[in-house]
């Protein structure tokens, strides 16, 4: 029912990019991601609500892989404000009734960027 | 104030006390949610409230007892911890029940 985040953690020097994934072996209705800085709440980042979606916010995009069951949080020309713990939260397809379950988190990716 | 507010930020308490945490929402949500977060573990829900109405209680103790007054509070009533309980605890709205949560700044809690 958990989502798996891959990988556990990834250290990047400033401008490098970095792919986290985040799969779930049953149907999604939807992604959501947020980052955790050390010592505060989690902040939302984005949703994807449909297959195939790509969204971005600043130079963190999101695609949502329907099929595969599979979400992934590119960041490009990362910044040292990046660094932080990257949760992704799914939401199952109710079956037929049709809407969404419960959000459930994934253990997270933490990620650090060097100068 | 604006978003999600928790209070106190921190709290030391003893196996025996009794103590409280408060959580409000300042953006009209209808759903509130409790979490756990320990070290190098996930974020474990607790308990969620749709409209006032505990709707999820996900095998909790009963030494952790929510209260819901209105949509806008969510307490954490906390009684004979252990220090096992010692996490922060995080407190969440979301317009709906299952969207998009915003989570307040948390409660560290640690249990002598």
């Known amino acids: 029912q958990q989502p798996v985040q891959s990988p556990q953690a990834v250290i990047l020097r400033e401008g490098e990019d970095a792919v986290i994934n985040c799969s779930s072996s049953?149907?999604?209705?939807?992604v959501h991601w947020y980052r955790q800085k050390h010592g505060e709440a989690p902040v939302f980042l984005m949703i994807?609500?449909?297959?195939?979606e790509q969204k971005g916010h600043e130079k963190i995009s999101a695609s949502f892989n329907e099929k595969k069951q599979q979400s992934s949080l590119y960041l490009t020309a990362s910044q040292l404000s990046y660094s932080g713990t990257y949760f992704c939260?799914?939401?199952?397809?109710?079956?037929?009734?049709?809407?969404?379950?419960?959000?459930?988190f994934g253990k997270g990716t933490k990620l650090t960027v060097n100068p | 104030e604006t978003g999600v507010t928790q209070t106190p930020r921190h709290l030391v308490m003893g196996m025996t006390n009794k103590k409280s945490l408060k959580c409000e929402q300042h953006?009209?949500?209808?759903?509130m949610y409790w979490y756990k977060q320990s070290a190098k573990k996930p974020l474990e829900l607790m308990f969620v409230y749709s409209l006032e109405e505990r709707v999820e209680n996900n095998s909790v103790p009963s030494r952790f007892s929510p209260e819901c007054p209105n949509s806008s509070h969510l307490f954490l009533h906390l009684h004979t911890l252990q220090p096992e309980d010692s996490a922060l605890y995080l407190c969440a709205s979301s317009q709906l029940r299952g969207g998009t949560q915003y989570f307040g700044p948390g409660t560290r809690l640690t249990v002598l």
């Open positions: 994807l609500l449909k297959g195939g």
């Open positions: 939260g799914t939401e199952r397809q109710r079956g037929v009734q049709g809407g969404s379950e419960k959000l459930v």
């Open positions: 953006l009209g949500h209808n759903a």
């Open positions: 049953k149907a999604l209705y939807s």
